[in-house]
């Protein structure tokens, strides 16, 4: 990672060519922290942001039904369609710009795959650590079309579920946006929170230092104006700080 600062905020960056990689052929995939073979001791999480893989699942191909327990689990998809089943009894298929989200607590199976024969689909999986665990597993979806963004922040994420958000068992909130030309975006957050920033696709510039696709930031509380956007997906993570 390397650092730079402005406003006596220093942002550390997590490039995305310096993520690591896995290639299966039907999937290939960027990872930002430490996930399954990769190892990485000095990026295993972020606060409560534990996981950010870089998806991208071939024509037909998934992931088959698997546990999982003790995470806020969410995909944010960029291309495609992005098809979901749990041992809860919930079917349902998230298309570009859409949300799924399971909180796994207890313990949960799914599988996740690509309905079409023709096209890829592209997302982001993320996980979060909960505040706490064993909850009742539960699972969302938020549609496109109900999510706001053009040139602004959309809440998808928060712990009570404000604004229509999708409720996470963790002191956090994330945010989606959309930011191109003369769109710009301050953001302020409350003191001793930690901020990350994931470019999902385009670039943007975030306090004057410019980030690519697959580009991530990492900063303190402190003033984040966004802008100089060239098609620009975001997600903003507004973070308690825990160890």
């Known amino acids: ?116 024969a023709e096209d890829a689909v592209h997302f982001l999986q993320i996980w979060l650590i909960p505040d706490q665990n064993n909850v009742t597993p539960r699972y969302e979806t938020l549609a496109a079309t109900d999510l706001d963004k053009r040139g602004k922040l959309a809440l998808i994420l928060s712990p009570d579920g404000a604004e229509g958000s999708i409720r996470v068992q963790q002191d956090a909130r994330v945010y989606a946006a959309n930011l191109d030309g003369d769109e710009q975006i301050e953001y302020h957050a409350k003191p001793d929170r930690k901020l990350w920033l994931q470019v999902a696709s385009g670039s943007v510039s975030l306090n004057g230092e410019q980030l690519k696709q697959g580009d991530g930031a990492a900063l303190d509380s402190g003033p984040v104006q966004l802008d100089n956007g060239q098609n620009a997906d975001l997600l903003l993570f507004d973070l308690a700080p825990i160890e």
């Open 1 to 116: 990672m390397s650092a730079t600062t402005l406003t006596s905020n220093p942002i550390i960056i997590r490039r995305a060519a310096d993520r690591g990689s896995a290639d299966h052929g039907w999937l290939k995939s960027a990872h930002s922290f430490s996930f399954a073979g990769y190892s990485d001791p000095e990026h295993v999480h972020y606060a409560s942001l534990r996981v950010i893989n870089d998806d991208t699942v071939a024509p037909g191909g998934g992931f088959p039904t698997h546990p999982h327990k003790n995470f806020e689990i969410f995909s944010y998809v960029l291309e495609g369609s992005l098809e979901h089943k749990d041992t809860l009894g919930n079917g349902s298929v998230v298309t570009a710009g859409g949300v799924q989200f399971m909180s796994t607590g207890s313990g949960v199976s799914h599988s996740e795959f690509n309905p079409s």
